[in-house]
């Protein structure tokens, strides 16, 4: 019998969640970094998350689905939940974004 495979079985360690968001967020696409932070909510309990951070479970998961759209404060809060900040880094080479440039900054 196949099962299927979901991230958040796997992470079981604080190592575990900075390998995954960090490799996710220098090598992936913005919808890759919002499933891995989907993954580690999973891992440690969308109940509780939800409430700390102060949305419904539902609204929590729905969000953080394949066709959510998480508004940024939402991400921010989730994460500082979990105990992970970001932190700004300079990169190497710029990576162009293969998103549309935002009239205001062009």
């Known amino acids: 019998m196949i099962t299927k495979w979901d991230m958040a ?3 079981k360690t604080p190592e575990d969640v ?6 996710a967020l220098e090598e992936g ?7 891995v932070i989907g993954a580690i909510a999973r891992s440690k309990g969308m109940t509780k998350l939800a ?3 102060g949305v419904s479970r539902e609204a ?3 969000s953080l689905s394949e066709k959510g759209n998480p508004s940024f404060i939402t991400i921010f809060n989730l994460l ?4 992970i900040v970001l932190q700004a880094q300079k990169i190497s080479a710029p990576i ?10 062009a």
Request: net charge negative.
């Open 60 to 62: 929590l998961y729905t």
């Open 80 to 83: 500082r939940s979990m105990g």
């Open 18 to 23: 900075i390998i995954y968001l960090s490799t």
């Open 9 to 11: 079985d796997n992470i």
């Open 51 to 53: 409430k700390e951070v």
């Open 96 to 105: 162009h974004a293969q998103t549309a440039v935002i009239p205001a900054m």
């Open 29 to 35: 696409e913005p919808s890759d970094v919002i499933n």
